[in-house]
């Protein structure tokens, strides 16, 4: 579903403050996977996510998502095939307009955007429908501006936002981390249900070691640019914080710098 | 003389022109308001529009036509701010000082190089004019119904929703596919064509038009925006419609507009009213920013 071939990008090339962020990274995602990405900071995880949904353009390589290749492409035009959450829960939803007004501006991602109305009559009952099935507490507030939402409920929906049109590419970009654990706990149960419920294929980056491990098919572990542990099947569902610190010690000869990852 | 009977003479005039700063304050709100950039271009689109319109009436076009060519011609303007923002990547804000610096002699060239035209209303077929002022009146707010009738429809739109979540979240805009260059341009296309509109109804009003007619203009609209907002919220305290909150915006430009004859009966020296008016937009710019403790 997504391939990715020896991609390459340094920021502020040419600077005293140029950095590789992507140092050849190779990636193929087969259909429904779920792969959990982590990494010390600074290591690319949140690079190779935004290099995938094309906020930036990459210096070299290619991707392909469903085959498409999607490397010339600008952001919005490869909103098409992809459905994004932030790591900042501001983000992903217009504060200003309604609950139903964000999710009609979902319902057409990637469409053209014409003179017909905004949002249809029947719309609003299938969203009543859909927020009802995730226990928001929010289908009765459908003309409730998202500004007044909580973090925890701004997330819940960009999540329900992302997924609307059955996106090939789910991208969550540290979804929980701006979060207290209790809501952490629930976005991350709304998204096994997202994903289980309509098999996405997934990619989740997470700076949370415990998270990484019990979510997902697949953990990819990324170091100065570049993948250097791919763990899957069995060897996944077997994997303890303990083991994956071992590998990592193993595979870079460093030892892992991001407290947060550990203790979380 | 300071009179009562003064003041109440020129309260109908003043609404009159209150009403065209309204309209061109409908098409700042849209730019102010719902994309959340500052167009400085319409200092010039205001005199584009107010030259255009009537450069054509003099030369015997139907006023209708003429207003019309003066809101496209607005539109043209606009989409120039909006490409040399998102295509040249020049800030909003600047990319509207410089389409507004070179109007001065586009609008110069579009008045034959004369500072002046005027637009005698006896001599020529003109829609609006200060010498029938309820007509004036009337005619002011046939033109506000239709505008906000239409504003409210097409921000209702898909393409209208995609312009505001554009102005109010540009990372969530572009996740959903939306094309925010694109939706920027029109934004600004449709603020300046209002805008022009607006400059065409005030010339034929004032039977003239002048190379700085435009002068101030983003500010008498900011000032029209804020008072409408203010009475609005006093009125309506639990917020209200799009609709409403454009015709509160109409009605801050005759409040506005009412505001400055009453301090030029005082006889205030017209020359301070520039002063005045900008301290009085800055304090109202200022105080939301501060009840939010920020």
Wanted: charged content about 20%.
């Amino acid at each position: 579903m997504l391939r990715i071939e020896n991609i390459k990008k340094t920021f502020n090339p040419g600077t005293i403050n140029e950095k590789m962020a992507l140092d050849g990274v190779d990636l193929n995602l087969e259909d429904g996977e779920f792969v959990t990405v982590i990494g010390s900071n600074g290591a690319g995880k949140s690079t190779l996510l935004n290099a995938i949904a094309g906020v930036w353009l990459v210096d070299e390589g290619k991707i392909f998502i469903d085959n498409v290749d999607v490397t010339k492409l600008s952001e919005y035009k490869r909103a098409v095939y992809i459905g994004r959450v932030f790591q900042d829960p501001m983000m992903g939803t217009a504060a200003d307009m309604w609950i139903e007004e964000n999710l009609a501006l979902a319902h057409r991602r990637g469409q053209r955007r014409g003179l017909t109305p905004g949002i249809l009559p029947e719309e609003r009952e299938t969203y009543k429908l859909l927020l009802k099935e995730f226990d928001l507490g929010l289908e009765d507030r459908l003309s409730t501006k998202v500004g007044l939402l909580s973090g925890g409920q701004r997330q819940a929906l960009t999540l329900i936002m992302a997924t609307l049109q059955s996106p090939k590419l789910l991208l969550l970009d540290e979804h929980t981390a701006a979060l207290d654990p209790k809501t952490a706990a629930k976005v991350l149960e709304v998204t096994d249900k997202i994903v289980e419920k309509s098999h996405l294929t997934t990619f989740m980056v997470t700076h949370n070691m415990k998270d990484a491990i019990s979510h997902g098919t697949r953990l990819l572990m990324l170091n100065n640019g570049k993948i250097i542990l791919d763990i899957k099947g069995e060897e996944k569902k077997k994997l303890t914080v303990e083991k994956l610190l071992e590998k990592f010690e193993q595979a870079s000869g460093e030892e892992f710098t991001n407290d947060a990852a550990i203790l979380g | 003389m300071i009179t009562i009977q003064n003041l109440i003479a020129r309260i109908p005039g003043g609404i009159a022109q209150g009403i065209i700063w309204g309209l061109m304050a409908l098409g700042v709100y849209i730019t102010f308001r719902v994309l959340k950039e500052s167009d400085l271009t319409v200092d010039g689109s205001f005199a584009t529009g107010g030259a255009t319109a009537v450069v054509l009436i003099t030369k015997g076009v139907n006023p209708w036509i003429a207003m019309a060519i003066a809101f496209v011609v607005g539109i043209i303007v606009g989409c120039c701010t909006g490409l040399i923002h998102t295509k040249l990547k020049i800030p909003a804000i600047l990319s509207g000082i410089l389409v507004q610096f070179a109007l001065y002699s586009i609008n110069l060239h579009i008045m034959g190089m004369v500072a002046n035209v005027s637009c005698n209303p006896t001599k020529n077929n003109v829609i609006i004019t200060m010498r029938n002022i309820p007509g004036a009146i009337l005619v002011g707010a046939v033109f506000a119904a239709l505008l906000i009738g239409v504003m409210y429809w097409y921000f209702g739109t898909e393409q209208g929703s995609a312009i505001r979540a554009t102005g109010n979240n540009n990372h969530m805009a572009l996740a959903q596919g939306i094309n925010v260059n694109n939706m920027k341009v029109i934004g600004f296309a449709l603020g300046n064509g209002l805008v022009a509109l607006a400059g065409g109804l005030m010339a034929q009003y004032q039977g003239f038009s002048d190379i700085n007619m435009g002068r101030g203009a983003i500010v008498i609209g900011l000032a029209a925006i804020i008072i409408g907002e203010v009475l609005a919220e006093v009125i309506f305290p639990k917020g209200t419609n799009f609709a409403v909150r454009l015709l509160f915006v109409i009605i801050g430009g005759i409040v506005y507009y009412l505001i400055m004859i009453v301090v030029l009966w005082l006889r205030v020296d017209s020359n301070d009213l520039k002063l005045a008016t900008a301290i009085i937009v800055m304090l109202a710019l200022a105080i939301p920013n501060f009840r939010k403790g920020e």
